[in-house]
């Protein structure tokens, strides 16, 4: 049992759970996100959040998916990894315990997780003469020794189980300002040993704005069949360059990411469509000519056939992606 299952709602945390992908709700304390699946198999997306006096703390069981999010603070947000299976890609850096994410101000973060991950952020009101490393408006990948990162991990799990379980203690005076200045002095500790890899950072960031490029070229031209030769042109870089940015930003193939996207895109037209608007239709204008191949895909990713898709939205209209 995870330690998301164990908490329960309290006057200090509440917890938000998503039935299915459809009525799947980020968290809108971290910024503004958007989440394209790379599995919906078994969903079980859900977040608790803990709301202090200068801070609010948030863990989340996440789900396969490329997350596209500014995050946005006054203050500093600092994420960590809640299991040591968890793993994902930040902006090309891998995120892996005992490595810290952090942002202080507005940074946009292209974020791939292919599994599922038990995460926590908190997020900081303020951090005035703390001495944490960073650039304001810039995220950073940061490692940290794991003796202090596991005493954060292990700070955060308590304040959360105490607050779940024992609100009566957290309403009593001044014991949120101690909790507060536990979990500031734990990420004190971790800041202090913690070395920032901005070195491949560097490197990365024209891949960066290369795959922001792309996207937002493939939103324009949502509902078209695109050819990787065509959408390199049109951004001003060979099919190899957009490639390696795909893998290092991404991690995954091109031809992988553009069929994920075609499949996204279907699926939000097939929920949007009015009924004269076919399956067949609607998978040819998006580039999938082998409709068997095409409807094995769409299972494999969605958990159902497109017709499982438009007959549940008949019966449910409220249900959107």
Known sequence: ???????????????????????????????????????????????????????????????????????????????????????????????????????????????????????AFVNFDSVDDRGWPGELDRPQVIGTERARFDTLRTTLREVLMLASRSPDTLAQPTVIESVEESILLAVDMAMAAASASDARHLGLSHYLALIRKFDEFVAANAGKALYSADVARQLGVSVRTLHNAVVAIRGMSMHRYMRLRRLWNVRQQLVRADAAQSIKATALANGFWHMGEFTALYRDLFGETPQQTLSALRKNPDRQS
Do not use: W
Not at 75 to 100: K, T
């Open 1 to 119: 049992m995870s330690l998301l299952d164990e908490l329960v709602e309290s006057d200090f945390v509440k917890i938000s759970r998503s039935p299915d992908f459809d009525h799947f709700r980020s968290i809108d304390g971290l910024g503004r996100a958007s989440s394209i699946p790379l599995g919906i198999r078994d969903f079980a997306a859900s977040f608790a959040m803990l709301r202090l006096r200068g801070c609010t703390i948030y863990l989340q069981r996440t789900f396969p998916r490329i997350l596209q999010i500014q995050y946005s603070t006054t203050g500093a947000i600092v994420g960590l990894m809640m299991d040591d299976e968890a793993s994902l890609i930040v902006n090309g850096m891998e995120g892996r315990a005992p490595a810290l994410l952090l942002v202080k101000g507005t940074a946009q973060c292209e974020i791939v997780e292919q599994h599922a991950n038990l995460v």
